[in-house]
């Protein structure tokens, strides 16, 4: 006689033996997204929202703001010498996140050593333009719940990490290298921000030869993680790579047992 091949039984085993299988979490769950916060109140911060010139249409053209706000000489002549002023005024024109801009003064500028800025190339004095940059408008209180470290348009978070943190009304910027605050709201329409900083953000990568960009998504430790020690950097993005794969033919094999198990029981 040929055996039925499942009992229900046997059925109902294997139902639960692979429910509860597949309801064990997996090695890398998806942390779960930060509760949305509601904006904190902030304490107003002085804002002296001021239409450039007369109302024209079209988008505000930053080098205007920023000679009608006066002490901003330096920071106008690097965004005409690197072509932000007009690439500026095309994302304003185009983008519907708005642009966020930290400006430092020129008393900012005084504080960088004798040379420093002619030191750089034009497309070092381009990346140093675009790390005082933001693709998205901010609000200071916003700056509340942002994640750092932000993205400036000098390049990705992790190649040009800057952080923007809030305390009371002051807001403090560091790129690592140098920490700063917002000293003032130059302009903002809810589009465009303009804040003036006392310090040029000088990103970190101008001083430190970047690493080996790290692995995406180190996985957690796994219990069963290779013996062998791991040395150099480039061996640990491989083992952390690796990872993944022998944390998912472990749960093969448990799984295969935990069937086998199931199957056993019924014999
Ligand atoms: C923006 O303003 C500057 C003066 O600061 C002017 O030279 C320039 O032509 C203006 N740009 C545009 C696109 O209107
Ligand atoms: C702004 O963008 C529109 C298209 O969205 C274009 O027609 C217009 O010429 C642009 N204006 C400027 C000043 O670049
Ligand atoms: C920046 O310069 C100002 C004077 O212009 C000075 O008071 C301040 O200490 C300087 N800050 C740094 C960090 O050098
Ligand atoms: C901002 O920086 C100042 C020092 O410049 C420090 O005293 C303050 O705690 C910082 N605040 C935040 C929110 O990081
Ligand atoms: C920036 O913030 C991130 C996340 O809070 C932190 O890991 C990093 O150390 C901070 N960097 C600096 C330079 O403060
Ligand atoms: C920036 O501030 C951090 C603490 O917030 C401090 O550890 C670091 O030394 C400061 N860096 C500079 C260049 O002042």
Redesign the pocket.
Known sequence: MVKQLFSPLQLLLIFLCCSTALSQPPAQAPAAPPPAQAPVALPPPVVQSMAPGPASS??PNITAILEKAGHFTTFIRLLRSTKMDSDI??QL??SSQGLTVFAPDDYAFGNLSAGALNAYNDDQKSQLVKFHLISSYFSLPEFQTVSNPVSTEAGTKVEYPLNVTISGSQVNLTSGFVNTTVSNTVYTNGHLAVYAVDQVLLPRRFFVTPSPAPAPAPSKPVKESPSTPVSTADASVQASGAMPVIHHALSAVTFLSSFVAALNLCV
């Open positions: 079209g988008p005024y095309t024109n185009t």
